[in-house]
């Protein structure tokens, strides 16, 4: 067969990054898609030399479509909360939508007008959103006016008392998320009095304004589901709540349309402090949409906070030698930036941010992949922030972060489960999609697939049978005797399980993943059972069934493989959480598991094509199971 004939028509820039080129004029289709310079010229430009300064100029353009690529995104994410926001006041006067699903919470939000709080007008990008939390948190008791000062003369008295009254309520509901709502949903973060506590968490609320509203939004919802069950509650509050909840939800997507706005407009580079606050409220919608069951919308969040991330990372993390150190971005944002190390001192309050958020979208992110059938999309800097260096990788850690914690971001600290755990779901997800990948392509090695997937459980079993025959630490031990008693009322358990057995669990049902993606889906052969059984007992040595909201994702693979005669186990624990079942995901895991149950005999006659990514994504949407 004769050789195609290139044309010598094409844009230079087509040329240049050796693509096909449709030389449309004045700019070709490629160039116009990726947002770049496309050149047309008789003379052939003089970086086109075939040497340095061509290979210079390809590497340029490389970065340059990477940097476009990432506007695009950024500019998608805005174009998602633009949609979310216009959805968002249709519902305001449409009865079929609500703040919560109705079969959990029986009301629908009535408009916002008939709440008396001021709302921002949606629709104007430019403009300025306006409620009574424009005055910060700090500031609200300073503002609330004494019983005297209601008498001063005041041309409009009535508007000053009602928004008095909604800066009253808008304290109320950030103690009651600061009380109860962020304990229950974080149980083992539990900093020590030595490092201020929680503190950096009232800064933040005070200064930012997205997550503040989504703070909440999540404590009105907290509030309605148990007002929903005390029998002499009052039917007008809890038409209240659900009116206040749907306002907050409108309030934090607009902040952060402006927050984001401004992040693009700036860059992250030179605007680190800004860039990490907007990541934070991005991290927090996304908790809030997950925690009040409004599938689809996460993704959308996870891909703008991994984008954020990344830049926070490549902008202020990246050294001299072109490795990566966090302790440099944390550095920056102490109030002496790059004068001292965190050791023996406290967190400043950015820099809290910065761990915590960090954290959380690790975390997520991880989790999301076992759904999304991809690689976590932060998998790059596991190494770096998650993995406990040995001896030899120790002396090759620069001398500006020998005094950093290793790891930089210790997830037991914020969640309860060991790194390792965490490092070993990632690179089972990412074996997973390498699976199918060569799967599709017609290349997959059963031998490559088997050697790689040992690697990661002999790592996994290590670390277990080491977790198992250490003693628990006296910080994180079970009992009534630790502060996490003092941060909330008796909504919170009296005892929650050790991050020693949470982290067990973890394990185990990441060894009962590793084996769907290594086997199939087999839930019947002796190995997947053993391991579904071992991970059923720990469940129920748990001391609450409350403890359940730190383990849905366990639980879910464990319950999916389950048999037949553990099926009500599964519902039983769910229904002992009582009302705070729907905050969360843990209905969410059970639906998932009774639809998987129900089709038993379907998956069985199509086992090569089911595993643990198909169940967590049968219920339409593709499950966060945070």
Same mark, same amino acid.
């Given at each position: ?17 050796? +693509? ?67 959805? !968002? ?60 000062? !209601? ?62 509203h989504s703070a909440l939004s999540l404590a ?15 039917? !007008? ?11 907050? %939800? ?128 932060? %998998? ?116 929650? !399980? ?10 185990q049902a990441a060894i009962t993943y590793l ?79 009774? +639809? ?31």
């Amino acid at each position: 067969m004769a050789n195609k004939m290139r044309s010598s028509g094409g844009c230079w820039t087509c040329r240049l990054r050796r +693509k096909k080129c449709d030389e449309e004029r004045p700019v070709c289709k490629g160039c116009l898609a990726l947002e770049i310079n496309c050149l047309y010229s008789y003379e052939k430009p003089e970086w086109m030399d075939g040497g340095e300064r061509q290979r210079q100029r390809a590497e340029w353009l490389k970065k340059e479509v990477k940097l476009q690529a990432t506007r695009r995104r950024e500019l998608r994410y805005l174009q998602g909360l633009e949609i979310r926001l216009e959805s !968002h006041d249709a519902s305001l006067t449409d009865d079929s939508d609500t703040a919560a699903p109705k079969d959990w919470i029986n009301a629908a939000p009535p408009s916002i007008q008939t709440t008396g709080l001021s709302t921002p007008e949606a629709g104007t990008q430019d403009s300025t959103p306006a409620s009574a939390s424009d005055t910060a948190l700090t500031d609200i008791a300073l503002t609330v006016p004494s019983p005297d000062e !209601h008498s001063s003369a005041s041309p409009f008295p009535g508007l000053d008392l009602r928004a008095s009254l909604s800066q009253e309520a808008e304290a109320q509901s950030a103690m009651m998320y600061l009380d109860y709502v962020f304990p229950f949903l974080f149980p083992y973060y539990r900093p020590s009095f030595a490092d201020v506590g929680r503190g950096w968490l009232l800064v933040l609320l005070t200064k930012n304004k997205a997550l503040f509203h989504s703070a909440l939004s999540l404590a009105g919802y907290f509030h309605v589901i148990v007002l929903g069950h005390i029998e002499d509650a009052s039917p !007008h509050c809890h038409t209240h709540n659900l009116e206040l909840l749907h306002e907050q %939800q409108g309030l934090a997507l607009q902040w952060l349309r402006r927050e984001m706005q401004d992040i693009i407009t700036r860059g992250v580079k030179g605007n680190l402090a800004e860039a990490n606050r907007v990541m934070a409220s991005i991290v927090q919608l996304m908790t809030c949409d997950v925690a009040i069951a409004k599938p689809g919308n996460w993704t959308m969040h996870l891909d703008a906070a991994t984008e954020l991330f990344n830049e926070i990372m490549k902008h202020h993390a990246m050294a001299e030698d072109g490795h990566a150190c966090f302790i440099m971005v944390l550095l920056q944002l102490g109030s002496r930036p790059f004068t001292w190390t965190p050791k023996n001192h406290p967190w400043g309050s950015d820099q809290a941010i910065l761990r915590f958020f960090t954290a959380q979208l690790l975390f997520f992110d991880t989790l999301a992949s076992t759904a999304l059938q991809q690689p976590p999309r932060l %998998q790059q800097w596991h190494q770096g922030l998650l993995a406990t260096l040995n001896e030899e990788a120790l002396k090759r850690v620069p001398e500006s972060e020998k005094e950093a914690t290793v790891p930089h971001i210790n997830l037991q600290e914020f969640l309860g489960v060991e790194n390792w755990v965490v490092i070993a779901v990632a690179e089972i997800a990412a074996l997973d999609s390498w699976k199918k990948d060569m799967r599709r392509a017609g290349s997959l090695s059963v031998a490559e697939l088997v050697s790689r997937g040992s690697a990661i459980e002999q790592r996994l079993r290590g670390s277990l049978v080491a977790l198992e025959n250490a003693s628990l630490s006296p910080g994180l031990a079970d009992g009534p005797q630790h502060l996490l008693q003092y941060y909330a009322g008796t909504f919170m358990p009296q005892m929650m !399980h050790g991050s020693s057995t949470n982290t067990r669990i973890w394990a185990q049902a990441a060894i009962t993943y590793l084996s769907v993606v290594l086997s199939g889906w087999q839930p019947s052969s002796h190995e997947i059972q053993l391991s579904v059984t071992r991970t059923v007992e720990m469940l129920l040595s748990l001391p609450s069934p409350d403890c359940l909201r730190t383990l849905v994702w366990p639980f879910t693979v464990t319950g999916c493989l389950a048999t037949p005669d553990q099926e009500q186990l599964f519902r039983d624990m769910v229904a002992g959480m009582g009302p705070l079942k729907v905050f969360g995901t843990i209905r969410e895991g059970l639906a998932i598991m009774e +639809k998987v149950w129900e089709r038993r005999a379907e998956i069985e006659s199509m086992s090569d094509q089911w595993d643990l990514a198909t169940c967590l994504r049968c219920l339409g949407e593709p499950a966060l199971l945070i």
